[in-house]
């Protein structure tokens, strides 16, 4: 199975999951002319695409996939982008896509939002926690972690004092986004001997220093961290269970 990073930012975010027989798409916050170059402009494999809310950053592209592929989504993402053909989901209830099998589940940011486990034989298990203040939740034996660390709080007050970020934006980004301690948090929730990724999300442009994140996640893993980065791609089906 390989994981391709189309984007991960305020600018864009979508996650291409395929093993050539099948693909798996999570957010769709890209150009729709972007997902479509990743994939060939062939959509026949494609068993669905995952939208985690309704911020034009994970959801650009809906309506234009509407139809094209099952777009699995709250009613909530299903209002805002309009859809016609949508699949609701809800946390905690168990959905077949193709060989991946997902289960939904909530997080807290300021408009309905939901991460996601996703367990496939060609790479194992998956979880997928983005645009949340924090997760109270832990997956057992988890292989693949894509994990939200969007600022830490150094990065942040620097800005806010040197007025690259207003300050009236800091209690927004505390109650709806990841910070680095808080990131560290879920890695340790999720730790054990299985896990092989770690995959850092949404950076802030603005409000993250970007190797410091890297060098405390290191530290608490003992191995190489990955930041999510365009055209990042990675094998996941290496080392599974």
Do not use: W
């Not at 139809?67 to 168990?94: M, T, W």
């Not at 057992?140 to 009236?168: F, R």
């Not at 896990?195 to 994140?213: G, K, T």
Request: some cysteine.
């Amino acid at each position: 199975m390989k994981l391709t990073i189309l984007g991960s930012s305020s600018a864009g975010n979508c996650y291409v999951l395929t093993n050539n027989k099948e693909t798996l798409l999570i957010e769709c916050g890209v150009s729709y002319k972007d997902i479509s170059k990743e994939l060939n402009f062939n959509y026949g494999n494609v068993v669905g695409c995952l939208i985690s809310h309704r911020h034009g950053d994970h959801c650009k592209s809906a309506n234009k996939l509407d139809g094209l592929v099952d777009i699995y989504c709250s009613h909530d993402v299903a209002q805002r982008c309009d859809l016609s053909f949508y699949k609701s989901i809800e946390p905690r209830n168990v959905y077949k896509m193709g060989g991946f099998t997902v289960m939904p589940f909530e997080v807290i940011h300021d408009v309905p939002c939901l991460g996601f486990f996703i367990l496939h034989e060609d790479m194992g298990r998956l979880a997928f926690i983005t645009d949340s203040a924090y997760s109270e939740y832990s997956f057992k034996d988890v292989n693949h972690l894509l994990v939200e660390c969007n600022y830490t709080s150094e990065s942040l007050e620097d800005a806010i004092l040197n007025g690259i970020t207003p300050d009236s934006h800091r209690m927004r980004l505390l109650n709806t986004h990841m910070e680095l301690k808080e990131t560290i948090n879920v890695i340790e929730q999720n730790i054990s001997d299985k896990l092989y990724n770690v995959i850092l999300l949404h950076l802030s442009s603005r409000n993250s220093y970007e190797m410091a994140m890297v060098d405390a996640v290191e530290r608490r893993l003992g191995f190489k961290a990955h930041i999510a980065t365009p055209n990042l791609t990675l094998n996941l089906s290496n080392n599974i269970y």
